[in-house]
């Protein structure tokens, strides 16, 4: 068992409520401190609301300052109420503003507030934000409803901790943005050992610095492996026996894949055959794929091998559920705010740098949740779960990027005359607009409003789809990129690449009416 497993955890609500911005007076803001850093944060945010928080309460480790007010502002209470006063007051955002607080005391609080649906800034960084720097990361110096277009809801029930608690759970590609996120929300939990693999050590040192205040890199909770090396997960599995999976290793950037299709194939379909082997062998109660919109009717190298992931998750369920060793399932959704290498953070950097913004089409859409968001469906979908479904999360409507183009611009105060957007057209098996479902699937309803699942008929799984998939992998060891896109041509009929956009000739400056 991990020695951090239940370090330092206050004891967290699990019931998420939604949240309803008042984008007029910005997000609804605790303070953590009543001390001189935390009175000053609280009436400069009063005194200035462009920095788009509102103080609506705060706490302090001095039981005796309770119901007193700093300019107007209340404090609610004791920093051990965190959670219960987040959720009761229908807090945001959290801001730590007590100097010193011992790191103990910042991962306790900052895994309270996670339990609750809270975002976390301290001071520091806080204070940066209001110099007005664009950090694409910093999601909530921004209204993310304005960017998505509708109301972002995190509600994930109780249940879900009867699934996570006391038990072990593994996540792979712990170090990426959905990766870390899972094992945020994870942690909250209260799982009996929390295993964090990755293949990329520095990815891993910094998440246990983020979850726990230090990376001493001493304990078993990190594992370094590679999910192509079958007989390394095999390995993994025997001694730490997981008893839930959350799969979110693998390769998402489409143009990459494109010209590399080897390197999907060993990622994104062999790397999740060996772990779905690796979970059968040894009784994995509980196995979640992490999967993506780009799978349904793929037409990327980067959909078709996440389809392919999904049909062996699939094809596993069935014998799972047979032998009634455990239940494997696969939730698909779309992109999110906030990810490394994200349109946002792409965006920050194109505005940091006085470029012009770089868009593939004028027309081209997406689908678009925050980290938070979909990582609280995947563990609801995950508890869900019986075998072989693929879950799709509701992500409203779909936007233009041009629209959250301009979006982005108006919330970090950019002019107008400052903003030039150039059209690159389409790039090879990208799609104009993204589809969550497939033409042949059926969208089903779930007993979650924003959760729907797909449940695939027997012909949906090919019926040699092990012999086509050695086939496949032979090729993808071989690196023979044309014998790879044959093969997964003939493993997924409906697999296509799409005929490229035409660019516009001349480049887009802002429109009028900014």
């Known amino acids: 068992m991990s020695p951090h497993s239940n370090a330092a955890r206050l004891d967290p609500f699990t019931v998420r409520v939604p949240r309803q911005v008042d984008s007029s007076t910005g997000l609804r803001t605790l303070v953590i401190g009543a001390g001189a850093a935390g009175s000053a944060l609280v009436r400069d ?18 039981p005796a300052k309770a119901g007193t007010e700093i300019d107007g502002v209340p404090v609610l209470g004791t920093l051990a109420e ?91 590609g712990a170090g990426g943005s959905i990766g870390s996120e899972l094992c945020r ?21 910094r998440l246990q610095l983020e979850i726990w205040g230090e990376a001493l890199l001493t304990d078993e909770s990190l594992v370094i492996a590679d999910i192509r090396d079958r007989r390394r997960i095999q390995q993994i599995f025997r001694d730490l026996k997981p008893e839930v999976v959350f799969h979110a290793a693998a390769h998402k950037h489409l143009p990459l894949l494109e010209r590399h299709p080897s390197e999907a194939v060993k990622s994104n379909v ?50 799972a559920r047979n032998l009634g060793t455990g239940v494997f399932t696969a939730v698909r959704f779309g992109n999110v705010l906030g990810s490394r290498g994200s349109l946002l953070s792409v965006l920050a950097e194109q505005f940091r740098s006085g470029g012009p913004v770089t868009v593939t089409h004028p027309d081209v859409t997406r689908f678009f949740m925050t980290i938070e968001e979909a990582v609280g469906l995947v563990l609801e979908a995950g508890r869900m779960a019986e075998g072989g479904e693929v879950f799709v999360l509701d992500m409203g409507e779909p936007v233009r990027i041009v629209d959250l ?39 089903l309803p779930t007993v979650h409003s924003r959760i729907y699942a797909t449940v695939a008929e027997h012909s949906a799984v090919p019926e040699d789809l092990a012999g086509g998939l050695t086939g496949l992998y032979e090729a993808a060891a071989d690196n023979s990129d044309l014998q790879v896109r044959a093969l997964l041509a003939e493993l997924l009929p409906g697999y296509r690449t799409p005929e490229a956009a035409p660019v516009p000739a001349l480049s887009a400056p802002y429109p009028d009416g900014f």
């Open 185 to 205: 929300q994870v942690n909250a939990f209260g799982p009996a050992a929390l295993y964090m693999l990755d293949h990329d050590e520095s990815n891993l040192h």
């Open 45 to 62: 945010l009063d005194r200035t609301p462009e920095f788009g928080l509102t103080p609506v309460g705060v706490l302090d480790d001095d």
């Open 405 to 443: 183009v301009h979006n982005f611009a108006r919330q970090v105060q950019m002019e107008a005359e400052e903003v030039e957007i150039r059209y690159t057209g389409l790039r090879a098996g990208e799609k104009l607009n993204e589809a969550l479902f497939s033409e042949r699937e059926e969208r």
């Open 270 to 319: 062999l790397g999740t055959d060996n772990l779905v082997e690796a979970a059968l062998a040894t009784g994995v109660e509980r196995f979640v794929l992490i999967s993506t919109d780009k799978a349904a009717d793929p037409t990327s190298v980067l959909g078709a091998s996440k389809r392919l992931a999904e049909l062996i998750v699939q094809a596993n369920a069935r014998d």
């Open 82 to 172: 965190l959670t219960e006063l987040a959720v009761k007051h229908r807090a945001q955002v959290v801001v730590l503003a007590i100097p010193g607080l011992p790191h103990r005391m910042v991962r306790a609080l900052a895994t309270a507030a996670a339990a609750a649906g809270v975002a976390v800034r301290y001071l520091p960084s806080f204070l940066a934000a209001l110099r007005r720097e664009v950090v694409g990361s910093d999601l909530r110096s921004l209204d993310v409803n304005k960017l998505i277009g509708r109301a972002e809801v995190h509600v994930v029930s109780p249940d879900v901790r009867a699934v996570i608690e006391g038990r072990r759970v593994l996540v792979t």
